[in-house]
């Protein structure tokens, strides 16, 4: 297949991009309903039968509760007919879904349809979220941006990468570097700088990863060298994004001594680590690589 250019990336992905053919004729026969408190239990069962690809969902379940405006968003499910959940989905800013029925996907797409509902981004692994945003627009638009994105994990047994670096939780006076390093990072993935778009918002929400002790990093003479986030993290899983390297220390190894000695760190916690990358990002592939960690599955993340 011939890459398609859809907003200012390349589709490369081994099925059809977003598009009206994922679309089904039919209207589900059930509704998805907003969740609440009193799902909880069944909620957290239903994402725990696969850990890392719902760490996101569960870690803010975790942190923030199901009825939250910390998380950006609403929580939905789908039941069929023998009213076990189907499909969950975060509905919000973020919007992230988890769907084992394709009528679960399509129900959960048509709550999303609402005005009221801000999305800036579909995320799920597989073509799920291409499913999603062809079910909730009905196959007539294209989101701005489509990332393909490779899935990292590490756990115990792996080959320990030999290092004397000390990684250090960050301290909240290291917000402004932090927020900025975060911010080229977001730029660079997906064409927004939200220390433009949104600068207080986005402060407070970096202000807040520090307080929890969810960012790492290393200065030298007073300069942001490296710094990891923790995004998520349940009793099993750890979710690491926003890995930066300052330009100076780029390809000369820094990163992988860096995220192999917060691997190792990590890993007294939970028994697996997990990160995304873009799959044009092959330089920092080759770090991961080196810290231990292996490819295991795709997402794709639609900027809408």
Same mark, same amino acid.
């Given at each position: ?19 009206? #053919? ?10 998805? !309903? ?24 569960? %870690? ?7 009825? %939250?405006? @910390? ?5 939905? &499910? ?10 969950? #989905? ?5 919007? /992230? ?14 709550? #999303? +349809? %609402? ?14 979220? $291409? ?7 009905? &196959?007539? %638009? ?29 301290? =909240? ?9 975060? $911010?080229?990072?977001? /730029?660079? !993935? ?12 986005? @402060? ?25 986030? =923790? ?37 007294? +916690?939970?028994?697996?680590?997990? @990160? ?13 690589? +080196? ?10 993340? /639609?900027?809408?």
């Amino acid at each position: 297949m011939l890459p398609q250019l859809i907003g200012s990336r390349t589709w490369r992905g081994d099925g059809p991009p977003v598009g009206s #053919a994922f679309a089904m004729p039919v209207e589900p026969d059930r509704k998805a !309903e907003r969740l609440t408190e009193a799902d909880r239990a069944e909620i957290l069962s239903f994402l725990a039968v696969r850990p890392v690809h719902t760490v996101v969902m569960a %870690s803010y379940i975790a942190d923030n509760g199901i009825e %939250s405006e @910390l998380n950006r968003g609403s929580f939905y &499910g789908y039941r069929g007919h023998g009213g076990e959940l189907e499909g969950v #989905a975060l509905i919000g800013h973020s919007t /992230l879904v988890e769907a084992r029925t394709d009528m679960a996907l399509r129900a959960l797409a048509i709550k #999303a +349809r %609402s005005p009221e509902v801000p999305l800036h981004l579909i995320m799920s692994s597989g073509d799920a979220a $291409a499913k999603f945003y062809a079910h909730l627009t009905e &196959g007539l %638009s294209e989101p701005r941006l489509v990332c393909r994105e490779s899935l990292f994990e590490v756990a115990f047994p792996f080959a320990v990468r030999k290092t004397e670096t000390e990684l250090k939780a960050a301290t =909240i006076d290291q917000l402004i570097p932090i927020a900025e390093a975060q $911010a080229e990072i977001a /730029l660079m !993935e997906c064409g927004v700088d939200p220390m433009t778009r949104d600068r207080e918002g986005f @402060l407070k929400r970096v202000a807040r990863r520090v307080e929890q002790g969810r960012i790492f990093s290393i200065y030298e003479e007073g300069k942001l060298i490296f710094k990891a986030d =923790i995004i998520a993290e349940t009793e099993d899983t750890i979710y690491i994004e926003g890995i930066y390297v300052h330009p100076d220390r780029r390809g000369r190894g820094l990163g992988s001594d860096c995220l192999a000695a917060l691997t190792l760190k990590l890993l007294e +916690r939970v028994e697996n680590i997990c @990160l995304l990358s873009n799959v044009e990002f092959e330089s920092a592939h080759r770090s991961y690589y +080196r810290a231990g960690f292996r490819r295991t599955d795709e997402c794709i993340t /639609l900027f809408v």
